[in-house]
């Protein structure tokens, strides 16, 4: 029973070392040394051919509700036109690497997609040795890493390909005040605002793009950190560099922080109702309704401003408080925080 230890060692591999690149596992060689008296003449069996699995290694870039297609193929070194009885499996990489969230097998035509994939992942193997996943009506929780294996008898390769949702990124703090969130109701603000926490990626990116914010906020990861463009005393100290400050992990019951939110690509359309009196959160909501919409929550505004280009320097009530996208500094969603009272317009959001 050589084998089992070898097999836990071949699955395990490819999680260690979080490799991006086809990697080798030892696997499709089976080696017999034979000593012939002398020491001197060895004699290699070659049982197989060499399986290599390969992935782009660029991110693909989707967007909230589009079809995306993750790009797998494998080959055999050396080729054989043989029919091979092959097992494709694709999985879901958590940020850390250590657990894998299964996504579709297949073997041969039939093929099972699991959990909220069913229904929406398939196999694409118009190619010749393609493994292709298409991942239809694409949701912001699909972003992340994923995993296309290739298991032909006992090899078994993988390589992982990276999906991006383009959106954005917005820090979020309710109504109440700062710091007032524990992990889970982080998730919870988040999801009322059309978006879903942050991952690190993420947040990196949109500190990449510009986003400074000197309150710490909860992302997908169970980790509290802010991004900081601008080094000033009360964010971090002025002896930093710009980045991301990290408080690390934190506990998700007990610790409360502010969130960051990430919205991407909208399936409906922000607009702007006003009165001349303007209006209160109530007779805000109502005009929406009237217009077969809905009262536009944070997520929808940030998202229209960055995809739709909408630039309104009007302060309009949302689900959660009046914002308006303009200001002196910054191009931006601005935040008049969440005064009970006030009359404002409203920013409308209606599906497509
Ligand atoms: C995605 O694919 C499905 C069928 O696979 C199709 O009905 C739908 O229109 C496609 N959506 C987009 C946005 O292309």
Redesign the pocket.
Known sequence: MLLLPLLLEATLLPLATGSHHPFYNGFYYNHIMNDKGNGQEKVVYFNGARLWVETPKDPVYSTN???VTLPCRYHFEPDTEAKRKIRIKWSKLRDDYTKEKDVLVAIGKTSVAFGDFRGRAQLHQAGWREASLVI??VRLQDDGKYRCEVIDGLEDESDVVDLRLQGIVFPYQPPRGQYRLNFHEAEQVCQEQGAILASFNQLFQAWNEGLDWCNAGWLSDGTVQYPIRLPRKPCGGLHLAPGIRSYGPRHRHLHRFDAFCFSSGLRGEVFYLNHPAGMTLEEAKQSCQDAGAEIARVGHLYSAWKFLGLDRCDAGWLAGGPRANCGPAEPGVRSFGFPSKGRFGVFCYKER
Do not use: E, I, W, Y
């Open positions: 509700g589009a079809n239809s009506d």
